[in-house]
T-cell receptor
Framework: DQQVKQNSPSLSVQEGRISILNCDYT??????FLWYKKYPAEGPTFLIS?????DKNEDGRFTVFLNKSAKHLSLHIVPSQPGDSAVYFC??????????????FGTGTLLAVQP | DGGITQSPKYLFRKEGQNVTLSCEQN?????MYWYRQDPGQGLRLIYY???????QKGDIAEGYSVSREKKESFPLTVTSAQKNPTAFYLC?????????????FGPGTRLLVL
């Protein structure tokens, strides 16, 4: 049973346009969400996070939107650059009550930004 | 500069052999984690440790063992009981196991079976 789902294995976008990566979750106890970027043969790099008390968090070209009622979050990259080409992982955790910060990861979406 | 280091970058294991993957961090983080990544899959948690001399099994702990004798170090041993060890192994750490404990990852070790 996959609790965090990234249904699009890949996405291709033109340079300068918006990239939208989507993530769905099933566990209503999740209250903290993160996006990581990963290049081949390297460790994931933290990009941006959002707490369930918010519905939007922005950091430069990256914005994460959270729709709790739909159990859906998305990562927007504007404008997209060729260096953004990588695999993007969505992750979630349930932190309430001092629970251990176990992250549950999606399967990733490969973003290709075409020059 | 601070960070997480993993060694070696590539590791080859013979049948029936135990191998140990190293993970060191100088971020003064309390918690450390080991994940495994297989092609087309997300990261799966093997073991995690909240403090020195304490660790817990993750979702796929069978065939693995860990130790946490120092805050900076969290080595992972892949034992001969792990029947499908070929994967990319990632170590991570976080400042706390509580709220907003964003995990930061090392560069990974690729384990291959001869």
């Amino acid at each position: 049973d996959q609790q965090v789902k990234q249904n699009s294995p890949s996405l291709s976008v033109q340079e300068g346009r918006i990239s939208i990566l989507n993530c769905d979750y099933t566990n209503s106890m999740f209250d903290y969400f993160l996006w990581y970027k990963k290049y081949p043969a390297e460790g994931p790099t933290f990009l941006i996070s959002i707490s369930s008390i918010k519905d939007k968090n922005e950091d430069g070209r990256f914005t994460v939107f959270l729709n709790k009622s739909a159990k859906h979050l998305s990562l927007h990259i504007v404008p997209s650059q060729p260096g953004d080409s990588a695999v993007y992982f969505c992750a979630a955790s349930a932190l309430g009550g001092g629970a251990t910060n176990k992250l549950i990861f999606g399967t990733g979406t490969l973003l290709a930004v075409q020059p | 500069d601070g960070g997480i280091t993993q060694s070696p970058k590539y590791l080859f294991r013979k049948e029936g052999q135990n191998v140990t993957l190293s993970c060191e961090q100088n971020l003064n983080h309390d918690a450390m984690y080991w994940y495994r990544q297989d092609p087309g899959q997300g990261l799966r948690l093997i073991y995690y440790s909240q403090i020195v001399n304490d660790f817990q099994k993750g979702d796929i702990a069978e065939g693995y063992s860990v130790s946490r004798e120092k805050k900076e170090s969290f080595p992972l041993t892949v034992t001969s009981a792990q029947k499908n060890p070929t994967a990319f192994y990632l170590c991570a750490s976080s400042i706390t196991t509580g709220a907003s404990g964003t995990q930061y990852f090392g560069p990974g070790t690729r384990l291959l079976v001869l």
